[in-house]
């Protein structure tokens, strides 16, 4: 049997990487979500539909407020801020899903203006690297639409594994959609820990 220990996750913020921050959010934040979370591109794809800026005060001030996980059920959602110029650029959500299967999911959402410099990638190892070792998770898995093929790429550059594909499980906004599904395992994580952080170093350069 594993071995018991309590599973619990409080960062200490902004958790740094070489060229990012990952924290809160704020509402100094609320302009920079809408730009992207605002996109009828972006949400295509993601389980919500393009937010207002009501809808993202209202969320930062209510469902995303929470800063630690401390029971299964929870999901926890941070900025990503860029140093070199102090703005948010996109987020990322850890959802615990199970306290007894140590299990979790990741999911992501960047603005496309920043896409293809590896942000998404150094902040979402960032965020595995809470989900294992500070969480002590067993399993992440990651789920998304089958045509949504740059989620699809970062969670292999992430170093996780497909698992299933779903044909047409879901009516997801007035059609059926293919799911595929990614997994990592904390055993697994180390090893694409060490790549990931060589090759984010050799961007930052």
């Known amino acids: 049997m594993a071995e018991e220990r309590p599973l619990?996750?409080?960062?200490?913020?902004?958790?740094?990487?070489?060229?990012?921050?990952?924290?809160?959010?704020?509402?100094?934040?609320v302009d920079?979500?809408?730009a992207y979370r605002g996109r009828a591109d972006v949400c295509r794809y993601l389980p919500f539909e393009p937010m207002d800026?009501?809808?993202?005060?209202?969320?930062i001030a209510t469902r995303w407020t929470?800063?630690?996980?401390?029971?299964?059920?929870?999901?926890?959602?941070?900025?990503?801020?860029?140093?070199?110029?102090?703005?948010?650029?996109?987020?990322?959500?850890?959802?615990?899903h199970s306290r007894e299967h140590r299990g979790g999911e990741l999911g992501y959402v960047i603005n496309p203006d920043f896409a293809g410099q590896?942000?998404?990638t150094e902040a979402a190892a960032a965020l595995l690297d809470l989900a294992f070792d500070g969480l002590g998770l067993?399993?992440?898995?990651?789920?998304?639409?089958?045509r949504n093929d740059a989620s699809a790429r970062m969670a292999r550059r992430l170093g996780m594994r497909q698992e299933a594909?779903?044909?047409?499980?879901?009516?997801?906004?007035?059609?059926?959609?293919?799911?595929?599904?990614?997994?990592?395992?904390?055993?697994?994580?180390?090893?694409?820990?060490?790549?990931?952080?060589?090759?984010?170093?050799?961007a930052a350069r």
């Not at 067993?138 to 089958?146: G, I, P």
């Not at 499980?169 to 694409?192: I, M, Q, R």
């Open 138 to 146: 067993h399993r992440v898995v990651a789920r998304l639409d089958e």
């Open 165 to 202: 594909r779903l044909v047409q499980n879901e009516l997801f906004k007035g059609e059926w959609a293919t799911e595929l599904d990614f997994a990592l395992l904390a055993s697994e994580w180390p090893a694409h820990r060490d790549r990931l952080a060589a090759a984010t170093a050799a």
């Open 66 to 96: 929470t800063t630690a996980l401390t029971d299964a059920g929870q999901a926890l959602l941070l900025g990503v801020e860029l140093i070199a110029t102090g703005g948010l650029i996109g987020d990322l959500v850890l959802f615990f």
């Open 53 to 59: 800026r009501a809808e993202v005060v209202e969320s």
């Open 32 to 34: 920079a979500m809408v």
């Open 8 to 29: 619990e996750l409080r960062p200490r913020y902004p958790i740094r990487t070489p060229r990012l921050l990952l924290r809160p959010v704020t509402a100094d934040d």
């Open 118 to 120: 590896g942000y998404a």
